[in-house]
């Protein structure tokens, strides 16, 4: 697939076939991820791929803890939004309603979808070693970029999670990760449902002229 026609049509997926992902499929993702630029080369990121029973076994520790804790998923702002970042989340909603199941709540379809990775077979975990400032992060951000245009480009659908941030401890070790790692995002990978209403729509992006400043 051109990269400009993946940029274009790539789009989150929030339900997925009941398809595993092959071994060798999910390491050519991972290589072609892992080619993403990095500030020096530290290539700061290190990836947990699960799958299967452990999935599983995540996804139900994920949702227990999410309702234990009463944790829900947000912008992730320290102060109130401007109102045209609100109209955004908003355009969001609208798209989305219409391809929730019949007396649904949106919000608990998101958290509850977040913490099971949307019933993807294959989730990755990304973190990244507390030896690093926050300025590392940006190098994650260029790494998901990659991921996500790599696996359309062979066949699979992806949704990045933030939620999981908040389960940082747990994760760790249920998944035997190092202390000294942070979970920054979780990247559900597989075949999208092309039945499913919820994968239909695509949210609207803002107009070069509200985020581009130009200065000649």
């Given amino acids: 697939m051109d990269i400009i026609e993946a940029i274009k049509e ?95 709540n949106f919000q608990d379809f998101i958290n509850e979808g977040s913490c099971n990775f949307y019933g993807a077979p294959t989730a990755i975990i990304i973190t990244i070693d507390d030896v690093f400032s926050s300025a590392r992060l940006t190098d994650i951000g260029v790494l998901v970029g990659y991921l996500v245009l790599a696996a359309l480009g062979l066949g699979l659908a992806t949704c990045p999670i933030g939620l999981i941030t908040a389960f940082d401890d747990d994760i760790k070790e249920e998944l035997n990760i190092p202390e000294e790692k942070h979970v920054v995002i979780g990247i559900a990978v597989g075949y999208a449902d092309p039945q499913s209403p919820i994968n239909l729509p695509r949210s609207e992006r803002a107009s070069l002229s509200e985020v581009v400043k130009w200065r000649d």
Wanted: with cysteine.
């Fill in 10 to 104: 790539r789009r989150s997926s929030r339900a997925f076939l009941d398809k595993p992902v092959e071994r060798g499929t999910l390491e050519n993702l991972l290589a072609l991820a892992t080619q993403a630029p990095s500030a020096i080369n530290l290539q700061p990121w290190e990836l947990t791929v699960v799958s299967g029973e452990e999935k599983k076994r995540l996804s139900r520790l994920l949702v227990k803890r999410m309702k234990e804790m009463n944790i829900s998923c947000g912008p992730g702002a320290n102060k109130p939004l401007p109102e045209y970042f609100i109209e955004r989340q908003r355009g969001l909603l609208n798209v989305m309603l219409p391809g929730l199941p019949e007396q649904t």
